[in-house]
């Protein structure tokens, strides 16, 4: 008998049906099973897994269906002889002497493992109080909602659709509810032929940044600002300027005048939250028609702001094509769904459409179209007045809690209620890299700030506490526990 077999952990998030299914074609396909006998009985299998013995009988029908047993008159049910072998091809390969192995290390051009960026732990939903940052609370998305957009993507004409290589295209259906429906509630107005759709704002810059810059390219940085785009940047040898920032954002001057191309985060500054200022936004339009400067708008946070009146897009105020504007789904849809856009010349547009192509052609057609369903069925719009709901009550709950327990280390007079994540100072002489470690044994996840900066020196005291994630009735005992943590540094 082969019971023997059979022992499956269950994952209590799949259904067992799946699961038995995945561990028997396993099996199967690893030629553990013999030919010559039988499978257990459906009765005697449910026994031992402690499952019911319909769910079995309907593993084994399918599993007929694809051909992977057979079922004999009085004798139960076989492996076919299909399997008979495991997919693997045996080379009988023996171990090579080390000194032919490759040495990798002298072949790189780049090596951006060592390059310092951001950690954030895989598990950190197991973190009781998991103030991270760019994660969302997953419960609150509208599940239900996105597998009907599924389930209509894959039946009737759509289905017919999604399945063929668009080669250097986009989902037209997608293309017109940007252009439509999102863009104009920033202001901006454009044209298809304008628009491209990327896996996310981090694509988005490194197609630009294979694109426009070189070492001879200079581009200028909030600092703080955006570690992954610094990386990106200088990735591809760009001569870095650090431009630094306050309450009003970047600082506009003379010294982005020597500047090719600024990157900016206006709607909500990348890492302090600060709102770019209408003074300040239309400096810098004036100063990119007077210096040949391209702007680099990342508005990433826009959708989710609850502001009555936000201020619009630097992109809307554009009239000579300088801004190149960048937008993201992550922060208001899911940010596992990995679908950005860009707005820019049509020129620009065409040339970055080439160059994706030559990366890998275009984001996958499914989930854009399901997107576009999600957007054109209205679940977006529902989702979105929910989670601004929703980000409101926890930032009010954050400065609160933040003013109860760690008043002395605001940066900020007002928050700025786009943001998702509040930065804070404590006393210079803490280092809130170690905070985070001692917080982290507290099952309290937070952020160091110095990774932030562009500097070889950078503070050590700043850090970020980010909302979306955390649940808000834990923010209040999260902010509580680690000014207990603080107390010990």
Same mark, same amino acid.
Request: aromatic fraction near 10%; hydrophobic fraction near 35%.
């Given at each position: 008998?082969?019971?023997?077999?059979?022992?499956?952990?269950?994952?209590?998030?799949?259904?067992?049906?799946?699961?038995?299914?995945?561990?028997?074609?396993?099996?199967?396909?690893?030629?553990?099973?013999?030919?010559?006998?039988?499978?257990?009985?459906?009765?005697?299998?449910?026994?031992?897994?402690?499952?019911?013995?319909?769910?079995?009988?309907?593993?084994?029908?399918?599993?007929?269906?694809?051909?992977?047993?057979?079922?004999?008159?009085?004798?139960?049910?076989?492996?076919?002889?299909?399997?008979?072998?495991?997919?693997?091809?045996?080379?009988?390969?023996?171990?090579?002497?080390?000194?032919?192995?490759?040495?990798?290390?002298?072949?790189?051009?780049?090596?951006?493992?060592?390059?310092?960026?951001?950690?954030?732990?895989?598990?950190?939903?197991?973190?009781?109080?998991?103030?991270?940052?760019?994660?969302?609370?997953?419960?609150?998305?509208?599940?239900?909602?996105?597998?009907?957009?599924?389930?209509?993507?894959?039946?009737?004409?759509?289905?017919?659709?999604?399945?063929?290589?668009?080669?250097?295209?986009?989902?037209?259906?997608?293309?017109?509810?940007?252009?439509?429906?999102?863009?104009?509630?920033?202001?901006?107005?454009?044209?298809?032929?304008?628009?491209?759709?990327?896996?996310?704002?981090?694509?988005?810059?490194?197609?630009?940044?294979?694109?426009?810059?070189?070492?001879?390219?200079?581009? $200028?940085?909030?600092?703080?600002?955006?570690?992954?785009?610094?990386?990106?940047?200088?990735?591809?040898?760009?001569?870095?300027?650090?431009?630094?920032?306050?309450?009003?954002?970047?600082?506009?001057?003379?010294?982005?005048?020597?500047?090719?191309?600024?990157?900016?985060?206006?709607?909500?500054?990348?890492?302090?939250?600060?709102?770019?200022?209408?003074?300040?936004?239309?400096?810098?339009?004036?100063?990119?028609?007077?210096?040949?400067?391209?702007?680099?708008?990342?508005?990433?946070?826009?959708?989710?702001?609850?502001?009555?009146?936000?201020?619009?897009?630097?992109?809307?105020?554009?009239?000579?094509? +300088?801004?190149?504007?960048?937008?993201?789904?992550?922060?208001?849809?899911?940010?596992?769904?990995?679908? $950005?856009?860009?707005?820019?010349?049509?020129?620009?547009?065409?040339?970055?459409?080439?160059?994706?192509?030559?990366?890998?052609?275009?984001?996958?057609?499914?989930?854009? +179209?399901?997107?576009?369903?999600?957007?054109?069925?209205?679940?977006?719009?529902?989702?979105?007045?929910?989670?601004?709901?929703?980000?409101?009550?926890?930032?009010?709950?954050?400065?609160?809690?933040?003013?109860?327990?760690?008043?002395?280390?605001?940066?900020?007079?007002?928050?700025?209620?786009?943001?998702?994540?509040?930065?804070?100072?404590?006393?210079?002489?803490?280092?809130?890299?170690?905070?985070?470690?001692?917080?982290?044994?507290?099952?309290?996840?937070?952020?160091? $700030?110095?990774?932030?900066?562009?500097?070889?020196?950078?503070?050590?005291?700043?850090?970020?506490? $980010?909302?979306?994630?955390?649940?808000?009735?834990?923010?209040?005992?999260?902010?509580?526990?680690?000014?207990?943590?603080?107390?010990?540094?």
């Amino acid at each position: 008998m082969l019971e023997q077999y059979f022992h499956i952990e269950f994952d209590p998030e799949r259904t067992l049906q799946d699961q038995i299914r995945e561990y028997l074609v396993n099996l199967i396909l690893s030629a553990r099973l013999p030919l010559d006998e039988p499978l257990p009985s459906s009765r005697n299998l449910a026994k031992k897994l402690g499952v019911s013995r319909n769910t079995i009988v309907l593993i084994y029908d399918s599993l007929v269906d694809n051909g992977y047993i057979e079922a004999r008159a009085r004798k139960g049910f076989f492996v076919t002889k299909n399997f008979r072998a495991p997919e693997t091809i045996s080379t009988n390969l023996t171990t090579n002497d080390e000194g032919a192995l490759p040495n990798w290390g002298t072949r790189f051009n780049k090596t951006p493992s060592n390059q310092p960026n951001i950690v954030k732990p895989n598990d950190w939903q197991q973190f009781e109080f998991p103030f991270i940052y760019g994660q969302i609370q997953r419960e609150f998305f509208p599940l239900e909602q996105w597998r009907d957009t599924v389930r209509k993507s894959m039946t009737g004409r759509w289905n017919k659709y999604w399945i063929n290589d668009m080669v250097d295209s986009d989902d037209p259906i997608l293309i017109e509810q940007i252009r439509t429906r999102l863009l104009p509630r920033r202001g901006i107005y454009a044209e298809p032929s304008e628009i491209i759709i990327t896996i996310g704002t981090q694509n988005s810059l490194y197609l630009l940044a294979n694109l426009l810059c070189s070492s001879r390219t200079k581009v $200028g940085m909030e600092n703080p600002g955006f570690r992954d785009a610094l990386n990106i940047f200088s990735a591809f040898d760009s001569n870095i300027h650090k431009q630094p920032v306050d309450n009003e954002g970047i600082i506009v001057d003379e010294r982005l005048h020597s500047c090719d191309y600024l990157y900016v985060t206006p709607s909500t500054q990348v890492p302090t939250g600060a709102e770019l200022s209408e003074s300040r936004r239309q400096a810098l339009l004036d100063i990119s028609v007077k210096e040949d400067l391209i702007l680099i708008e990342d508005d990433y946070d826009a959708e989710i702001n609850v502001k009555e009146t936000p201020l619009p897009a630097l992109k809307a105020l554009d009239k000579n094509n +300088r801004v190149i504007y960048l937008g993201s789904m992550s922060k208001s849809t899911s940010p596992g769904l990995r679908v $950005g856009y860009m707005v820019a010349d049509e020129e620009l547009i065409g040339e970055i459409r080439a160059l994706r192509r030559l990366m890998y052609r275009h984001p996958p057609v499914n989930v854009q +179209r399901q997107l576009a369903l999600f957007l054109s069925l209205g679940y977006y719009d529902t989702y979105l007045r929910k989670l601004r709901v929703i980000n409101s009550s926890k930032q009010q709950r954050m400065v609160d809690s933040v003013d109860r327990h760690l008043s002395h280390m605001f940066t900020a007079d007002k928050m700025n209620q786009g943001s998702t994540s509040i930065w804070l100072a404590a006393p210079e002489d803490v280092n809130t890299e170690e905070v985070s470690w001692q917080a982290a044994r507290n099952s309290i996840l937070m952020e160091s $700030g110095a990774i932030h900066f562009i500097s070889d020196d950078p503070p050590k005291n700043f850090f970020r506490l $980010g909302f979306s994630a955390i649940e808000t009735h834990k923010i209040e005992p999260g902010i509580a526990a680690l000014k207990k943590v603080f107390d010990h540094f």
